[in-house]
T-cell receptor, first 113, second 109 residues
Framework: IAGITQAPTSQILAAGRRMTLRCTQD?????MYWYRQDLGLGLRLIHY???????GKGEVPDGYSVSRANTDDFPLTLASAVPSQTSVYFC????????????FGDGTRLSIL | GQNIDQPTEMTATEGAIVQINCTYQ??????LFWYQQHAGEAPTFLSY??LDGLEEKGRFSSFLSRSKGYSYLLLKELQMKDSASYLC??????????WGAGTKLIIKP
């Protein structure tokens, strides 16, 4: 079944540790995105990539990095996790076109202690 | 700054009609999206508006007025499975989505 796969589903992590959230899509979408979702707030864009080989910063990029080596994969790395990064992280992708919606993975629930 | 406003929570009765409003102030406008998100799940796409007027998709309709910075999602013949959060998002001048905090819709029998 075509779609977006995120891993892990959930994780508890000690503060200061490094963590990479994985995201893979098989829809050949050009654009990919990482969001965090916190209670009472809208989805906030962390980083995005309009096409393989390019990345850009979103609204809340500090403490996170991404890479886009190919079309399918868009990993998100927390270099040194802090408790304020406790959140639900969603990866999304979209094809080219103004009216094209973003498609979301099932999310990673991350708790930083 | 950019802002999307939606009511935090609404309650409606099974079989009834409910209208969820969204007002926005963004730097530029390149379309408005509505998504549904069940608790603990990913958002799923419902509708897209870029021109003024009503877009109908089965039990769901979405309306847009660009001059008023306003949209609504209309859900008819409510079913218990419609209990979810409904997210309004506007694509800004940088073609990024700005998201509202979502409206939690509670359906009562």
């Amino acid at each position: 079944i075509a779609g977006i796969t995120q891993a892990p589903t959930s994780q508890i992590l000690a503060a200061g540790r490094r963590m990479t959230l994985r995201c893979t899509q098989d829809m050949r979408h050009n654009a990919m995105y990482w969001y965090r979702q916190d209670l009472g707030l809208g989805l906030r864009l962390i980083h995005y990539s309009n096409t393989a080989g390019t990345t850009g910063k979103g609204e809340v990029p500090d403490g996170y990095s991404v890479s886009r080596a190919n079309t399918d994969d868009f990993p998100l790395t927390l270099a040194s996790a802090v408790p304020s990064q406790t959140s639900v992280y969603f990866c999304a992708s979209s094809p080219t076109g103004d009216n094209q919606p973003q498609h979301f993975g099932d999310g990673t629930r991350l708790s930083i202690l | 700054g950019q802002n999307i406003d939606q009511p935090t929570e609404m309650t409606a009765t099974e079989g009834a009609i409910v209208q969820i409003n969204c007002t926005y102030q963004t730097s530029g406008f390149n379309g408005l999206f509505w998504y549904q998100q069940h608790a603990g799940e990913a958002p799923t796409f419902l509708s897209y508006n870029v021109l003024d007027g009503l877009e109908e998709k089965g039990r769901f309709s979405s309306f847009l007025s660009r001059s008023k910075g306003y949209s609504y999602l209309l859900l008819k013949e409510l079913q218990m499975k419609d209990s979810a959060s409904y997210l309004c998002a506007v694509r800004d001048s940088n073609y990024q989505l700005i998201w509202g905090a979502g409206t939690k819709l509670i359906i009562k029998p």
